[in-house]
């Protein structure tokens, strides 16, 4: 929790941080508080509403699956798609043994390791590391 909400949520520490307001303050701190609480409230009576609307609807599609005679498993049995599989990584094609006798493998594909790099860098050549 910030210090913030500690404060806001303690009461003491509350009454102790608005010592120092004025009662012209504390009234319009209320009034933007009044407001922060009602605009919450009709934010929750809105999701309320909105989620019986809702449910309302799931029930009349139930009651004509039933009518139809269709469950809830005959539509899972389409609409259920198998993830796609990953493909597998690629196999290493250059092996290097590094200077603290760590082998070092690269694919082939994206950045070239440095360890890789410096080899090159000294003449050697990327045939010389193929397995």
Request: no cysteine.
């Amino acid at each position: 929790m910030s210090d913030f909400l500690e404060i806001l949520t303690h009461g003491r520490r509350f009454k102790a941080a608005v010592k120092e307001l004025s009662i012209d303050d504390l009234n319009e701190l209320a009034g933007k508080l009044e407001k922060i609480i009602s605009e919450r409230v009709s934010q929750a009576e809105a999701e309320t509403a909105a989620m019986a609307e809702r449910n309302a609807k799931i029930d009349e599609i139930r009651k004509q699956m039933e009518a139809v005679g269709l469950s809830v498993d005959d539509l899972g049995a389409t609409a259920v798609k198998s993830a796609p599989k990953k493909r597998a990584p690629r196999p290493a094609k250059y092996t290097i043994v590094d200077v603290n006798g760590e082998t070092i493998t690269w694919t082939g594909q994206g950045r070239m390791p440095t360890v890789f790099k410096n080899e090159l860098d000294k003449g050697r050549s990327m045939d010389d590391f193929l397995i």
